[in-house]
């Protein structure tokens, strides 16, 4: 029996006990109406506690409490979001159980090594982990049977601060586990369930999280416990370890002890998808676990096969783990003996023709032991190929089996809530169900039924929404730490709502090129401080914290802001995470985008400013060269190019051209109404072609469609696999 420990909520008055079940499920985080509920409730609770609704549970007094449930405007608004989430989680008729009823039971087991869930769970460094979200929302939404596993950072938090000079440093904060949206995974005594990754030496123990999204279940593992050594137990504390034989770890700790996870807890599943290759060691144990069911290994071997899928997202090979054979061979010394298939066997099967031979690479590991594979846009899925071919030699290019599905984003996260409301007010009396439907082009066709000076009002409100979060974080520092003129500059304090305003924010990798608007400082200077029709950037984003090259970036963006002949005009939020992207994708005009082609595999920014009228103007590559259609946005550079300094040069002029001769002008073409219409028609144009196309509902049925319905259905990989229990 898998039990559930509650922490203390004896002070919840029965009439409010509902808000227990909906603090600790993330469906309150995608929906409104849940999120006044809990602000209602106190506001500044609510607002102290940073939108947590677990640990403003456990802080409120029970007076507010006892308050509540005697307030029946309160109570009435609690009956209401407490009914619409019981009808969500017990709801039968969902599109997949619509779609495919014969697959109900037919579970999918997703494995990725980080989730952007939610800002109180620490659990991403950037764009993947949003998109394994995204997954997981989308999944719950349509009803796609899915289980997830990944890992419970305790020390996910690097937190940004930027020095005066410019410099970033990296500030730790320790998540505080009960006090989180997760709850522990007890055994049948209640206490907490201890595990072992099997036939891996040494011993490594770890216990389980779970996290409710909606109706789908991620478990996280944790290696913090005091059944590890002291040099075992940071395996999961933190992503993405720099030290290779660490990563290694926590790649086995994923992968085999995940695996191993859901066979203990009972979990039957009949496909495994593998987001990126961190957790591939998965397909190894579901093997042996198959072997050990009595399966020939031929026959367990093909299986796994068949009912896998590798997703990859990114063509830097450096993104790509590997191993060297040594390495390997002191974890798995046991484990081979445990395998039916010989050492030698398995290492091959991670050989790829460009690193050295005594080097297992996780990707080729991955795409070797799935039937299906994918890159993330059409253009990726292109490159992969070409990346990949060594592998199937016989094959010609365009048949090597690896395919694409294009990321999207999970429209009720990342649209602005308000905006849906405006929505709603324009498109309900048509089409009432329209946001159930947002996968569909005739649904967003509507949205010219809104005047053009409500969509733009609306905007200016988020912009001005925006600024204010600006503002009050600058007067803090002003007050509390004495910060210095130029800091409060440089941190947005003369920042405008009048001005045309560019946002960019993203890892500072350097294939990004952060800095690629400042090639030419005099040229970017006289837009940015045309007196008529100024501009203005704001830029957010953490280099690695080993990324000394990505930090030097950074640094000389820092630098300009702070320089007075750029009229504080640059502004560096810190911190980027999921609240300030949220602020920022909502709030700005322009969304930028400039990295060297190919390297960009999709980048999912752009698509969340696109829902929300946010025009992009990008480098063509990743998921913009399917978005742009000449009339939503602004595409640049030549993607063709090689890299290296005239290609910056070129781009950035390209850049500057653009914004002088088409943007800015459009942008301060008003009528009398101050309405700028052109741009509010590209703003509507935008939310239309972009938001059916890119939204996680279209990738995740995709997904579907393509892979996982061939993936379950190979009815012999499930018959052979006795159910457990
Ligand atoms: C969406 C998102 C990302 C990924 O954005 P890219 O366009 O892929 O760079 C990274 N960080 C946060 C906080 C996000 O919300």
């Known amino acids: 029996m898998i039990g559930i420990r509650w922490i203390d909520f004896d002070h919840i008055p029965d009439r409010l006990s509902g808000l227990i079940d909906l603090s600790y499920n993330l469906w309150s985080s995608w929906h409104p109406e849940a999120q006044m509920l809990f602000k209602n409730l106190n506001k500044q609770g609510w607002k102290e506690s940073i939108h947590n609704p677990v640990l403003m549970?456990?802080?409120?007094?029970?007076?507010?409490?006892?308050?509540?449930?005697?307030?029946?405007?309160?109570?009435?608004?609690?009956?209401?979001?407490?009914?619409?989430?019981?009808?969500?989680?017990?709801?039968?008729?969902?599109?997949?159980?619509?779609?495919?009823?014969?697959?109900?039971?037919?579970?999918?087991?997703?494995?990725?090594?980080?989730?952007?869930?939610?800002?109180?769970?620490?659990?991403?460094?950037?764009g993947l982990g949003f998109l394994a979200g995204d997954h997981l929302k989308e999944c719950s939404d349509l009803g796609v049977p899915v289980v997830a596993i990944g890992f419970m950072y305790s020390d996910g938090y690097l937190h940004q601060r930027i020095r005066s000079d410019g410099w970033q440093e990296d500030v730790e904060e320790k998540l505080d586990r009960d006090n989180a949206p997760i709850k522990r995974v007890l055994n049948k005594d209640g206490e907490q369930l201890i595990l072992q990754v099997p036939f891996i030496t040494p011993q490594i123990h770890f216990s389980i999280w779970r996290v409710d999204i909606g109706r789908i279940i991620l478990y996280l593992i944790d290696t913090e416990i005091e059944q590890n050594p002291p040099h075992l137990r940071n395996i999961s504390s933190r992503l993405y370890s720099s030290i290779n034989e660490m990563r290694l770890l926590q790649e086995i700790v994923l992968g085999v002890g995940g695996t191993h996870l859901l066979h203990e807890l009972g979990i039957q599943y009949s496909a495994i998808h593998l987001n990126e290759g961190h957790a591939s060691f998965a397909l190894v144990e579901r093997f042996r676990q198959k072997v050990e069911a009595g399966l020939d290994p031929t026959e367990a071997w093909r299986q796994v096969k068949e009912t896998s899928l590798f997703t990859t997202h990114t063509p830097v090979p450096a993104g790509h783990d590997k191993f060297p054979h040594w390495m390997l061979d002191k974890y798995f010394g046991q484990y081979y003996g445990a395998l039916t298939m010989t050492r030698d066997e398995f290492l091959k099967a991670g050989s790829h023709?460009?690193?050295?031979?005594?080097?297992?690479?996780m990707a080729a590991f991955a795409l070797r032991m799935s039937a299906y594979s994918n890159g993330v846009s059409v253009k990726h899925g292109e490159v992969a190929r070409k990346m990949w071919h060594f592998l199937w030699p016989e094959e010609k290019l365009d048949d090597v089996p690896i395919g694409s599905i294009t990321n999207g984003v999970h429209v009720p996260t990342?649209?602005?809530p308000r905006l849906i409301q405006l929505m709603n007010r324009y498109l309900s009396p048509i089409c009432p169900d329209w946001l159930d439907h947002h996968d569909k082009d005739y649904v967003w066709a509507l949205i010219d039924r809104i005047p053009d000076e409500k969509l733009w009002e609306l905007h200016y409100n988020l912009k001005i929404k925006l600024i204010n979060r600006i503002l009050q974080f600058k007067r803090r520092d002003w007050m509390k730490y004495q910060a210095d003129c130029a800091n409060v500059v440089a941190g947005g304090a003369l920042i405008d709502p009048n001005t045309l305003t560019i946002g960019f924010a993203r890892r500072f990798s350097t294939y990004k090129r952060a800095d690629l608007i400042f090639r030419d400082l005099d040229r970017i200077k006289k837009i940015l401080n045309n007196p008529w029709k100024p501009v203005q950037i704001i830029f957010a984003g953490k280099a690695h914290p080993a990324d000394d090259e990505g930090k030097r970036i950074l640094q000389r963006i820092y630098q300009y802001a702070q320089q007075p002949e750029f009229g504080g005009r640059i502004a560096f939020i810190e911190d980027y995470g999921e609240q300030i992207a949220k602020y920022l994708v909502q709030g700005v005009d322009i969304w930028m985008n400039n990295p060297v082609p190919p390297l960009e595999a999709s980048g999912t920014s752009g698509m969340k400013a696109a829902v929300n009228g946010v025009l992009n103007l990008s480098i063509g590559d990743g998921w913009w060269l399917e978005g742009y259609n000449k009339k939503n946005g602004w595409i640049f550079g030549d993607n063709q190019k090689n890299s290296g300094g005239d290609r910056d040069w070129e781009d950035a002029i390209e850049l500057y051209d653009l914004l002088e001769k088409e943007i800015v002008p459009l942008y301060y073409?008003?009528?009398?109404?101050?309405?700028?219409?052109?741009?509010?028609?590209?703003?509507?144009?935008?939310?239309?072609?972009?938001?059916?196309?890119?939204?996680?509902?279209?990738?995740?049925?995709?997904?579907?469609?393509?892979?996982?319905?061939?993936a379950i259905s190979c009815t012999e990989c499930n018959n052979a696999f006795e159910p457990f229990h």
Do not use: C
């Open 57 to 126: 549970l456990q802080q409120l007094p029970p007076e507010i409490l006892q308050e509540g449930s005697e307030n029946p405007e309160y109570t009435n608004q609690y009956d209401a979001v407490i009914a619409k989430f019981q009808r969500y989680m017990l709801a039968k008729n969902q599109w997949f159980t619509e779609y495919y009823p014969e697959h109900q039971r037919h579970k999918i087991a997703y494995f990725s090594a980080e989730y952007g869930l939610q800002h109180s769970l620490p659990f991403y460094a950037g």
């Open 353 to 361: 023709q460009e690193d050295p031979p005594d080097m297992f690479n």
């Open 669 to 710: 073409d008003t009528n009398l109404d101050n309405v700028p219409h052109a741009w509010v028609q590209m703003m509507k144009e935008t939310i239309k072609s972009n938001a059916p196309k890119f939204s996680a509902r279209r990738m995740v049925k995709e997904y579907v469609h393509k892979y996982y319905i061939p």
């Open 414 to 416: 990342w649209m602005n």
